[in-house]
């Protein structure tokens, strides 16, 4: 039944629901540091926007903020009633001024998951009441930081204008400059969103070009460059879709700084999971190590 629910949840959903006991980083309380200037700035040309949840550890001292030009603390609950839960304190004070003092933008990720019985998403968009509650509590918390970031996943069919009109709201309600981005499916096939009509009412969309395989799958690359996985695309392909809607100003290509180690029944590609096994996160960082013992699989 676990996997059964995972496979239907999005990205950020599975990996919340799997962190959701985990302790939180050390960086999430912190009192912010005593920063003079800044030490690097961002080099990239591009918008670099990037993920930070809650229970990753990581030292802001050492983080990488040349690369980087935007950072999304993973995440404030949404309710179906509209009301916002905030367990870990985000974005974080420490984070906050870190990231200024670098000219590194913060934008606070909220998300509302069908994690529980599935409907969720709709209870909450079915209600005016609900909404105007969760706009005003998020406008409260994006005060003093550079916008917020929607990660809705996701949005049956039914409540697709319910949820479009729901981000014009809730954009119209931020200050001025603030800048609202929406967690996309990485695909424009899903009939909850009205992708349009969402580019022309947010800053940017951030693409979720991952997962296509995943814990509870087949052992398979997480951003395939032939057609495979969860959405039978290549991402290149799920790209083109959204590029053949709108101007590729108006999206940002998200792809995982991790892959998934699965136990397989054997080497070959795309070999089953191991019965009753457990599969992990690897991070980026860490996947070298991985590569010296086993090679390329």
Known sequence: MLLLLLALLGPHAREAQLHAN?????????????????????VVTRRVYGYLPYWESIDLTQFHWDLITDVIPFSVNIGTDGSISNTHALPGAALVSAAHAHGVKIHLGA???????????????????????AIAQLTALAQGIEGLNL???????????AFTSFVQQLHAAMAAGAELTLAMPATTGMAGYDNVKL?????RLLLMEYDFHYGGSNA????????????????????????????ASSRAMGVPYYGL??????????????????????????AFAKFSAYGRL
């Open 220 to 247: 398979g690359p997480q951003s395939p460059l032939t057609r495979g996985g969860f959405w039978n695309l290549s991402v290149s392909d799920a790209v083109g879709r959204f590029l053949n809607l709108m101007p």
């Open 199 to 203: 580019a022309a009412s947010t800053e």
């Open 22 to 42: 985990d302790p939180e980083g050390a960086w999430v309380r912190a009192r912010p540091a005593l920063l003079r200037s800044a030490a690097t700035a961002p």
């Open 151 to 161: 990660d809705f996943e996701f949005v049956p069919s039914a409540s697709r204008d």
């Open 111 to 133: 998300t509302l998951f069908n994690s529980s019985g599935g409907s969720e998403i709709a209870t909450f968009l079915a209600s005016s009441a609900a909404r105007s509650k």
């Open 261 to 286: 180690d699965w136990p397989t029944v054997s080497a070959a590609p795309g070999a089953a999971k191991t019965a009753g096994a457990s599969v992990a996160t690897v991070l980026f960082k860490d």
